[in-house]
């Protein structure tokens, strides 16, 4: 038995999402159509509207915001410092640790020549722009240590050789390969405290 068409719709809509294959798709198309209110559907496509057209990424440093610059790159007190972060999650984990003080450049992305992403591909060019324009004395590399961010990290590395801006690694006290984002507050405070000079 096929599905009327018009939920049929629905679920390969929901289907576009990572992580849900076509039974969750359906599970969820059918809690939609049984359990949702009129109101609260309207509500739901409307935000999905509203995000996509008011989110966008900051010209600054790159992270989601729904203004030009985002607040951090607005704000006057953070200065010098600047943390290299793969994605904006990483920033919200760091921010609710309270204890990093300075700007974020987010790449959005990290490079993999296997693939085929290059430094052209992910917010990195701006990053060498800002260290100049911002008179950046501190670079926190916060990247994963998995093969792309570990190239990542040695073309940063390269490209700021004789810049002379102070750059680290943070790393310490984070499992191998482990996605910043996930990683609880005291795990993020010990890999600040814990960064080494590259
Ligand atoms: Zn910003």
């Known amino acids: 038995m096929k599905f009327p068409e018009s939920l049929e719709n629905l679920i390969k809509h929901f289907q576009l999402y990572p992580g849900i294959g076509p039974k969750t798709a359906e599970r969820l198309a059918l809690f939609t159509i ?25 010209d600054k440093c790159g992270s989601i915001t729904d203004k030009d610059i985002c607040d951090i790159c607005n704000d006057q007190d953070r200065k010098e410092k600047l943390m290299v972060v793969e994605n904006s999650k990483d920033i919200i984990a760091f921010e609710k640790t309270n204890a990093f003080h300075g700007k974020y450049h987010v790449l959005n992305g990290m490079i993999s020549p296997l693939n085929g992403v290059g430094p052209d591909d992910i917010n990195i060019n701006a990053l060498f722009t800002r260290v100049k324009e911002e008179n950046i004395k501190e670079l926190i590399i916060a990247l994963p240590s998995t093969i792309p961010g570990e190239m990542t990290c040695t073309y940063i590395q390269k490209m700021l050789e004789n810049s002379g801006v102070l750059i680290y690694r943070i790393g310490y006290g984070l499992p191998v390969g482990a996605d910043i984002e996930y990683a609880d507050e005291i795990t993020l405070i010990k890999a600040l405290e814990g960064i080494k000079k590259l």
């Not at 049984?34 to 309207?42: H, I, Q, T, W």
């Not at 739901?44 to 966008?56: D, G, M, N, P």
């Open 34 to 58: 049984s359990k949702l209110s009129k109101e609260s559907v309207n509500s739901f496509s409307k935000a999905l509207i509203e995000a996509i057209e008011k989110i966008k990424h900051c």
